[in-house]
């Protein structure tokens, strides 16, 4: 057997053009840092061998993540700590240390309870922010004990994955690694090591088992059948979510565009158009009437559209980004020009329709194109240098693994990107479930955010890629590289007043990394930061209990304040943000007119369905 090695045209050595280089100036050597163009999608994805696709593939159903980059991150950690021989000796000595705390802890706590009392016999607290021991039967014996022992165990780790030396991205991989594996053997997840479940084992004799089978077995059966989780048939879109009144005004092959109906005898003159993103059912801001931003909007008086995405399937595996920001965002307002003439548009935009929506205002700018008045941004990036631990599942190698995966069918399947964003959120998400549903037998009644969260989308294989590597990877929209009809695009063009929205416990937008609009654009930009998390915190309807929000303008012309200086010097105040969004809509308004027709039939805009429209159903 033989294997045949071809070289491309371009490669071969030519006797002038080495004449002629001998004598030419010598091009200063070229290093990769931290921000080196990384290639593009279609850079990646020629004359890539069938077979090594298929079998990226096959392994993608396997293992989910790219073993060669788990192993990268393994042997750059193991190489590092191996010559770091006084690293080893403080893990040794850390290690001795937290043994004889807790040695000492353990007698205490079996010699009696009024040593245990004694608040600097114990050896280590939870986090703020940790909240798994909070119950009080964890102070109890030998309990107190199983939750010092993992806490000690966590703390080590979290000291023996920090090595000097290692890459950014390794640094950042390994303590998530380690913490996922620690969570797994978290004394909360057995029987014989949780309170709860001990004293619901003896409350019940057993049955909360027998009842823990069966929720398994159940649930087990629903997703070999692709049917809804328990209890989500109580929530129908159409029924009792997504029922604000509207109309589907115009559809294209991408996506519904709905009018809602007015709610005012008057309203205001310009429409507010809402890009949510393709990767969520727009009706997270359209669930209950009680929590629903659309009918907040529409009742304070706003003309508003939504788009609404088709769920893409094989045949859609070579829409990309330009396709969305033409067939969504710009279709969107020719339609809405017809329907509400002569009128500027209030433009809104929802994590990743945020940051094509960014794109979009920056191209419309640049061609002159000034049919947006205002534009806001909830939990949105444009600059991705610091997008939270997402990061942590993308590099070359994880992309090119992903690509693969997703060549096979045409798209990135909602169960891999669920699975995703469940790791980021384990403890809440994976094993305080299993615990309530499995092991104490409890079925906790799903509201209507867990039934929206668990209508998941897809993805298609080029748009996915296009977006990971060219916003994600190479950051090409903060940097200036990023590329719309052939020419770069540039957000400092960008003139109309911004409303940007950052969450606090935001796991798939920082809020850090949202406020650097600031950094990026030369106009106004009202920052607004609210309790919760990257959902939560913008479903926060006037009323919602524990919400609170900070805000402040910043002018074009005023110094910039670092986030941390800005958290601290702006007050927080107690409620809902809704209704300072809606006061600044209000501020950037021209007044009043009576509310538009639905639709503009003699322009080529009939009423086509009502709303919600048939994409939001698509499965």
Not at 420 to 432: N, V
Request: negative net charge; charged residues 20%.
């Amino acid at each position: 057997m033989s294997l045949t090695l071809t070289t491309t045209p371009d490669l071969k050595p030519d006797n002038e053009a080495v004449a002629a280089s001998s004598q030419a100036p010598q091009a200063e050597p070229s290093f990769i840092g931290p921000h080196h163009k990384l290639p593009s999608f279609s850079e990646t994805t020629d004359d890539v061998p069938e077979i090594d696709r298929i079998l990226h593939a096959v392994l993608g159903k396997v293992y989910g993540v790219s073993p060669v980059a788990l192993g990268l991150t393994y042997m750059d950690w193991i190489s590092h700590l191996a010559l770091s021989p006084g690293k080893q000796a403080l893990l040794a000595q850390s290690a001795a240390e937290k043994m004889k705390f807790l040695a000492r802890f353990a007698v205490c706590q079996a010699l009696g309870p009024e040593l245990a009392e004694n608040p600097s016999e114990s050896c280590v607290e939870p986090l703020p922010q940790d909240q798994r021991f909070d119950d009080e039967a964890w102070q109890q014996w030998p309990y107190n004990f199983y939750q010092q022992a993992f806490l000690q165990a966590e703390r080590w780790w979290d000291e023996a994955t920090a090595v000097r030396g290692m890459t950014q991205h390794h640094a950042a991989i390994r303590p998530f690694i380690a913490r996922q594996l620690l969570d797994m053997w978290s004394p909360l997840n057995f029987p014989l090591t949780n309170p709860r479940i001990q004293q619901a084992t003896q409350e019940q004799g057993g049955l909360n088992f027998y009842q823990g089978a069966r929720n398994f077995i159940e649930d087990w059966q629903r997703s070999v059948e692709k049917k809804p989780a328990v209890g989500m048939e109580a929530f129908e879109v159409g029924r009792n979510i997504a029922v604000t009144p509207g109309k589907v005004v115009y559809q294209n092959h991408l996506i519904e565009l709905i009018q809602y109906a007015p709610a005012t005898a008057d309203v205001y003159a310009e429409p507010v158009l809402i890009v949510p993103a393709w990767i969520m059912k727009y009706y997270i801001l359209d669930l209950s009437p009680e929590n629903s931003l659309v009918k907040y909007l529409v009742d304070q008086g706003h003309t508003v559209f939504m788009i609404s995405w088709r769920n893409p399937g094989a045949e859609d595996r070579e829409l990309g980004n330009g396709d969305y920001r033409e067939q969504g965002i710009m279709d969107s307002l020719a339609a809405i020009n017809a329907i509400v003439p002569q009128q500027k548009v209030h433009a809104v935009g929802y994590c990743l329709g945020g940051t094509l929506l960014s794109i979009a205002a920056a191209a419309m700018a640049r061609e002159g194109d000034d049919r947006l008045k205002s534009i806001t941004l909830f939990a949105a990036q444009v600059d991705f240098e610091e997008a939270g631990e997402l990061l942590m599942f993308i590099d070359e190698d994880q992309l090119a693994w992903l690509e693969d995966s997703m060549w096979d069918k045409g798209y990135l399947d909602r169960h891999q990107m669920v699975g995703a964003f469940q790791l980021l959120r384990s403890r809440d998400l994976i094993w305080s479930r299993m615990i309530e549903n499995y092991l104490l037998g409890k079925r906790t009644p799903p509201n209507d955010m867990m039934a929206w969260n668990a209508d998941a989308t897809r993805m298609p294989y080029k748009m996915h890629s296009e977006y990971l590597r060219d916003l994600f990877l190479n950051n090409d929209l903060a940097e200036g590289h990023y590329i719309v009809d052939g020419r770069p695009i540039a957000l400092t063009d960008i003139r109309v007043p911004v409303f940007a929205v950052g969450t606090q416990r935001d796991h798939v937008a920082p809020w850090r990394s949202v406020y650097k609009i600031k950094l990026l654009t030369d106009t106004d930009v009202t920052f607004l930061l609210t309790s919760g998390g990257h959902n939560a915190g913008i479903v926060s309807e006037p009323g919602h209990p524990h919400r609170h929000y900070q805000i402040e303008t910043m002018k074009s012309t005023d110094q910039y304040v670092s986030p941390q200086e800005w958290s601290e010097r702006t007050p927080s105040q107690e409620g809902s943000w809704w209704p300072q969004w809606q006061t600044w809509l209000r501020q950037h308004s021209e007044g009043e007119i009576k509310p538009p027709q639905t639709g503009a039939p003699d322009k080529g805009y009939p009423v086509l369905r009502d709303a919600p429209g048939e994409y939001v159903l698509m499965q």
